[in-house]
């Protein structure tokens, strides 16, 4: 640390204690007797009294211009006073022991895998920095599935799954093969995955937590989400808590700190996260020339959370309480997080110079202290008393969520192999003297000769430590992390719900987001169904036209609706209830998303089926989200995702921000995620029947993304034919033949979304002007025409004695004649990805390339996708064919005036 930053020597008191600048002895003696008055108060009326004091004092000041100090950080000592401190309840001893030994199958398990197989990864670190923290939770508060109340829901730093293994396989969970098989997800006798994730091992892990920021948004709108259903009489009210851990280095990630201030707002009392503030991060330092507890204590207390610091082990106590003149509080505070990583590192010699030697009185406070006590002196993330004390307080605090801060070291235990050393976050290997130092740290009963190889050890079923661990879990209602498969009692709605779409709107012009908010209403008015739908929006319901639904359905707030709306007098008001059913989340698709994950998930972790449909504008979905909705895909939540105001043509006037062509790319590479682009009401009538239908009765771990647009237009009744619906779930059926019988030359349209309907324009300019005969094929989904293909299309590779089969897309297709077009609001990708099933070469038409604000005609134009365009494309490929005379297509394109120069769309 910088000299320049060390105290002057020999400091009155006050000035120590961080009251005022020191200007005198006049000042002094003042300011010395405003202390002893606050001392005095406490001692004779308590802390709640001199709190108020402060409280008047500072209106007082503030009435006479007097500046305050910042008072979002408290000093840098454990907010948890010892005298407060609830008694530990446990056997030190004994936990201790387990503690040592999940430590050690934590590092054993990481050198074996790596030993195996050189690079195959996995942390030592996090864990062995995290292990206190963890068992308390484990040993002490943690509820079990088993429990009354239902199992807390518990989020590990993705990081420290070896210790939850470690700790699984004492419990008798894992087998010893399956640790030896960590990061080997494929060997016969089963192996386990690097980290949580519950897509992988879907009996064991809950929350996928790995990819960070993640894990702290999707905690707090569980807990959210939990008081919602309470509120909703959907859950009964139970003591059930979310927990949450986070590294400290994660917290820069804008996700994790992103939403803190909801659950403030929402009184998440239910909520407890965990820091591991062990101040380093994979490089280095989180914050070396800073201080990160400190700078997350200002946050949390600034947005209305509990902040609970736990810095010092109970070795401090002492010298604390010695602390008369605020001395030794004074230099915790100001010493750099880069300067405290280094007395870890260090030793006691080097404490004692640099953290003990910048004053004397300090320097006499621990010459009793031999260098190794020195060095020895926990910190409070490694003390179980004082975890323990912060935990049982954090149980206690209602009305605000919770967050400990709890400073610990980085490779806690690993010596000289990497303990609070930059290169810790990357240690897999341990040489032999290293195991011998870990092993003697922790009193595992292993040989010189065993250690060798770095052996897993469990002590026998009968033995104190196995036998305490199992009672601790019973007494708390059974084993964590365990996730449970349920079975949905929900059913698909009756065709009879959906009647209205398919006979068609008549001559009644809509989109299909009003046809798809149609569709929710009646959803939420069905008997059975109805209270399990989750409408979520992010503060975009009016423009897809949800409003109605805020009156019929209420919009969710724990408060209920304190105040009288503007709109109250209209028959649409803005109703906020308590007992209110949309998720209406403000503008946050992280925190829209986080809800959805949960709601999607609530039948494994609160036995309640729901229904999530989370609409939102498509552009700011995939994109901007994406992270969350692979989370999603990996938790196996169920749900729909609905992308409203798709279409880089069909958003009018929004320009190149908003105009989505691309979400279907995105989506497509989310292996459980089935994505459509449905163009009339009945096709989404079957879609959300059949995504009902698979996802409930089926219990399918899919969920579902549509697309669905403002365009107006007429929608049609669904054509006959048991082959109609079928082909809307795969993708593609054929919507209208040519009313030609057979002539030459031919074609096949293939549109998907709103382009069917310049398909279909195509199709009958192209038979009144040019006798082409045309059908038009609605595709519904170019990723599931493609992926029911690659199916097929690997069957056929791996059974070459077999006769061959063929994909729906070429039986569709097959013996039809003619060219083929392909045209999408998307990118050409799209129809792109089928291209290789279909019998002619595919001409795709699509929007690649950045939107515009313009009109759709413009846009359609602009981006070649228009009925001419379409023409265009279709006799262009049929004049290179031979079908048709050349200058018929050039004569078209000049009709058209359709500039063939033009520059390319996709880069302008
Ligand atoms: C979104 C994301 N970015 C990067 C990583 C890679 N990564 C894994 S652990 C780690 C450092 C973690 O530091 P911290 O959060 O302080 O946790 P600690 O291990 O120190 O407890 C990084 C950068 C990741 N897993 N997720
Ligand atoms: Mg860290």
Same mark, same amino acid.
């Given at each position: 640390m910088s000299t320049d930053a060390r105290p002057r020597s020999g400091l009155p008191h006050a000035e120590a204690a961080g009251t005022q600048d020191w200007a005198g002895t006049q000042d002094w003696v003042e300011t010395q007797e405003w202390v002893d008055s606050l001392r005095d108060v406490v001692r004779a009326t308590g802390a709640e009294r001199a709190s108020r004091l402060l409280r008047a004092l500072q209106i007082e000041a503030q009435r006479h211009g007097v500046s305050l100090p910042v008072t979002s950080t408290t000093p840098y000592v454990n907010t948890i006073p010892v005298e407060h401190q609830a008694r530990f309840p446990g056997d030190r001893d004994i936990e201790r022991r387990i503690k040592s030994i999940i430590r050690w199958n934590a590092m054993a398990m990481v050198v074996e895998a790596n030993q195996k197989s050189h690079g195959i990864g996995g942390h030592i670190s996090t864990y062995a920095s995290a292990a206190t923290l963890l068992e308390i939770g484990f040993n002490h508060f943690w509820r079990g599935a088993e429990h009354p109340d239902g199992p807390d829901l518990i989020y590990f730093q993705g990081h420290a799954s070896p210790g939850i293994y470690a700790r699984a396989y004492l419990e008798g969970r894992l087998s010893p093969k399956q640790l030896h098989n960590? @990061? @080997?997800?494929? =060997?016969a006798d089963g192996g386990l995955a690097s980290y949580p994730h519950p897509w992988l091992m879907d009996d064991f892990w809950q929350f996928p937590t790995v990819s960070m920021g993640l894990a702290p948004i999707m905690s707090i709108y569980q807990a959210r989400f939990m008081r919602y259903l309470e509120d909703r009489g959907l859950k009964p009210r139970t003591d059930q808590r979310v927990w949450c851990f986070l590294g400290d280095g994660e917290t820069d990630e804008p996700e994790s700190l992103g939403a803190i201030s909801l659950a403030a707002r929402e009184g998440l009392d239910d909520l407890i996260w965990v820091v591991n503030c062990n101040l380093q991060r994979l490089d280095g330092p989180v914050r070396g020339n800073g201080q990160i507890m400190q700078e997350l204590e200002a946050v949390f207390r600034g947005v209305g959370w509990n902040v609970i610091k736990v810095i010092w082990g109970s070795e401090w106590d002492e010298l604390l309480a010695r602390d008369r003149d605020g001395l030794l509080v004074r230099r915790m505070g100001e010493v750099v997080d880069g300067e405290y990583q280094k007395y870890s590192v260090a030793g006691g010699a080097y404490i004692r110079e640099h953290f003990w030697g910048v004053d004397p009185k300090l320097t006499q406070m621990v010459s009793h202290l031999s260098d190794d006590q020195l060095w020895r002196m926990r910190l409070g993330g490694h003390d179980p008393a004082k975890v323990y004390a912060a935990y049982r307080l954090a149980m206690e605090q209602r009305g605000k969520p919770t967050v400990i801060l709890a400073r610990t070291i980085k490779g806690y235990g690993l010596g000289e192999a990497g303990e609070g050393k930059n290169i810790t976050h990357q240690q897999k290997v341990l040489n032999e003297s290293e195991l011998m130092d870990f092993r003697d740290r922790f009193d595992i009963p292993l040989s010189d000769d065993e250690v060798v190889g770095a052996p897993l050890y469990r002590p026998a079923p009968t033995s104190p430590e196995i036998r305490y661990l199992h009672e601790r879990r019973r007494a708390l209602g059974g084993y964590l992390p365990q996730r449970t498969r349920r079975r949905s009692h929900l059913r698909a709605p009756s065709e009879e719900l959906f009647a209205e779409f398919f006979e068609g709107s008549g001559d009644r012009e809509a989109s299909t987001t009003m046809v798809f908010v149609r569709m929710l209403a009646s959803l939420l008015r069905e008997q059975g169904l109805g209270p399990h739908v989750v409408p979520i929006i992010p503060d975009e319901a009016r423009t897809f036209g949800m409003e109605a639904l805020f009156r019929s359905h209420g919009i969710y =707030?724990?408060?209920?609706?304190l105040y009288e709306p503007v709109d109250a007098g209209s028959l649409l008001y803005y109703k906020e209830s308590k007992d209110g059913q949309i998720l209406e989340e403000g503008i946050t698709e992280a925190g829209s998303t986080s809800s959805f994950i949960a709601a999607g998930t609530s039948l494994t972790n609160y036995g309640i089926p729901t229904i999530p449909f989370f609409i939102f504008y498509s552009m700011f979905g995939m994109q901007r989200i994406g992270d969350l909705v692979w989370a999603a895909a990996d938790s196996r939540t169920r749900g729909f995702l609905v992308g409203a105001t798709s279409g880089r043509t069909t958003l009018n006037g929004e320009g190149l921000q908003h105009q989505d062509g691309h979400s279907h790319l995105l989506s497509s590479a989310i292996p459980n995620l089935v994505s459509y682009e449905p163009a009339y009401a009945y096709e989404i009538a079957v879609l959300i029947r059949e995504g009902i239908r698979r996802m409930h009765e089926e219990n399918e771990d899919v969920f579902y993304y549509l697309t669905v647009h403002n365009e107006n237009y007429a929608h049609p009744p669904m054509p006959e034919g048991e082959d109609v619906r079928e082909g809307i779930i795969r993708g593609i059926y054929r919507f209208r033949a040519a009313e030609q019988p057979d002539p030459k030359p031919r074609a096949q349209l293939l549109a998907s979304g709103v382009l069917l309907n310049e398909a279909l324009r195509a199709q009958e300019m192209l038979a009144a002007d040019y006798g082409v005969a045309a059908d038009v094929w609605s595709v519904t989904s170019w990723t599931e025409v493609r992926r029911e293909a690659l199916e097929v299309e690997r069957w056929n590779r791996l059974h070459p004695g077999e006769p061959e089969r063929l994909p729906h897309i070429a039986r569709c297709l097959d013996g039809q004649p003619g060219v083929v077009v392909g045209v999408s609001d998307y990118m050409k990708t799209l129809p792109d990805a089928i291209a290789?099933?279909?019998?002619a070469p595919l001409i795709a038409l699509g929007t690649d390339g950045f939107g515009r604000s313009a009109t759709r005609e413009e846009l359609r134009r602009f981006f070649e996708v228009d009925a001419e365009h379409i023409v265009v494309a279709t006799l262009s490929a049929l004049a290179r064919d031979e079908q048709i005379a050349t200058s018929v297509a050039a004569d078209a394109i000049a009709r058209f005036g359709i500039d063939p120069e033009a520059p390319n769309p996709a880069y302008r």
């Open positions: 960590f @990061r @080997r997800e494929f =060997a =707030a724990s408060t209920g609706q290789k099933w279909v019998p």
